[in-house]
């Protein structure tokens, strides 16, 4: 079975910390990888992606994220959270450019 | 920045009645899909679209039917609206099958 896992369903962090959340995948062959950001009542952003090439993808607003082929994750990071990232963060992942599977989404909260 | 328009934002149904949601995209994006969001569930795809006049079943379609008349809209329909249909409705559109997505804003779908 094809899957994306996102194994934490909740993150709570302060203000100025670092935080990653994680994301694994099960699909084999050539892949893009992609993170997207929800605010509350809001649809889905597109923050970054990756397809081949340097494995750490910069992407707005301080995030990043590293593609991992050997541990078939792509987690992301950002090294000081805002209370504005306080959102629900998708990782999706698309097998050989066809069709767009997402996980079940990380909700982050940042305390003040 | 990709526009994606749905309409409405909110409805209320009643059991049994037909209920149309819309969306319209401003960027002759070839691809158009429409989601549901439920708590525990994630994004679950429900029909998309590769172009005008196509429509294909995504992983949950029964008791939905899609309508691409145009490049820009995108209908998805309810014809006998079910309680277990109460979600908020994601429309998305995209250049490539598994490129970068932009979502509407959500419609919040109540069926009593």
């Known amino acids: 079975t094809q899957t994306v896992s996102q194994s934490d369903a909740h993150v709570t962090v302060f203000e100025g910390d670092s935080v990653e959340l994680r994301c694994n995948y099960s699909?084999?062959?050539?892949?893009?990888l992609s993170w997207y950001i929800q605010h509350h009542g809001r649809g889905l952003q597109f923050l970054l992606k990756?397809?081949?090439?340097?494995?750490v993808v910069q992407g707005v607003n301080g995030f990043e994220a590293e593609f991992s082929k050997s541990d078939s994750s792509f987690h992301l990071r950002k090294a000081s959270v805002h209370w504005s990232d306080s959102a629900v963060y998708f990782c999706?992942?698309?097998?050989?450019?066809?069709?767009?599977?997402f996980g079940d989404g990380t909700q982050l909260v940042v305390k003040p | 920045e990709a526009a994606v328009t749905q309409s409405p934002r909110n409805k209320v149904a009643v059991t049994g009645g037909k209920v149309t949601l819309s969306c319209n995209q401003t960027n002759n994006h070839n691809n158009m899909y429409w989601y549901r969001q439920d708590t525990g569930h994630g994004l679950r795809l429900i029909h998309y679209s590769y172009g005008a006049g196509s429509t294909e079943k995504g992983d949950i379609p029964d008791g939905y039917k899609a309508s691409r008349p145009s490049q820009e809209n995108f209908s998805l329909i309810l014809e006998l609206a079910t309680p277990s249909q109460t979600s908020v409705y994601f429309c998305a559109s995209g250049w490539d099958r598994g490129n970068t997505l932009y979502f509407g804003a959500g419609t919040r779908l109540s069926v009593l």
């Open positions: 999706a992942v698309s097998p050989n450019n066809n069709r767009i599977f």
């Open positions: 990756y397809y081949s090439g340097n494995p």
């Open positions: 699909y084999g062959g050539s892949i893009y």
